[in-house]
């Protein structure tokens, strides 16, 4: 079974820059994607960022340009760069690891963003 602990959420003014970190027991189950989701209260849960085993990314409409999505392999860990924060980026973040027939989620990290 595969382990995610997301980090690095907390409470910034709009225009802050917060760095998400979410530590993968092993990386290598992943073989699909790793993605960052997030959920406000009383929203569904929306798809913030995804990236492939091979590297490529894919950004919500919302958050392009804001937001980066890397992973280091060697620290088995997954991050979520978000510059220039928004209130309506205010949510529970978390992180899904993808493989074939299976997927795995950390526990959240929660992010607020005040006007």
């Known amino acids: 079974q595969v382990q995610l602990v997301e980090s690095g959420g907390g409470s910034v003014q709009a225009g802050g820059s917060l760095r998400l970190s979410c530590a993968v027991s092993?990386?290598?189950?992943?073989?699909?994607?790793m993605r960052w989701y997030r959920q406000a209260p009383g929203k569904e849960r929306e798809l913030v960022s995804a990236?492939?085993?091979?590297?490529?990314?894919t950004y919500a409409a919302s958050v392009r340009g804001r937001f980066t999505i890397s992973q280091d392999n060697a620290k088995n860990t997954l991050y979520l760069q978000m510059n220039n924060l928004k209130p309506e980026d205010t949510a529970m973040y978390s992180c899904?690891?993808?493989?074939?027939?299976?997927?795995?989620w950390g526990q959240g990290t929660q992010v607020t963003v005040s006007s």
């Open positions: 899904r690891c993808w493989g074939p027939g299976y997927q795995y």
């Open positions: 990236i492939t085993s091979a590297g490529t990314t």
């Open positions: 092993d990386a290598g189950y992943c073989t699909y994607d």
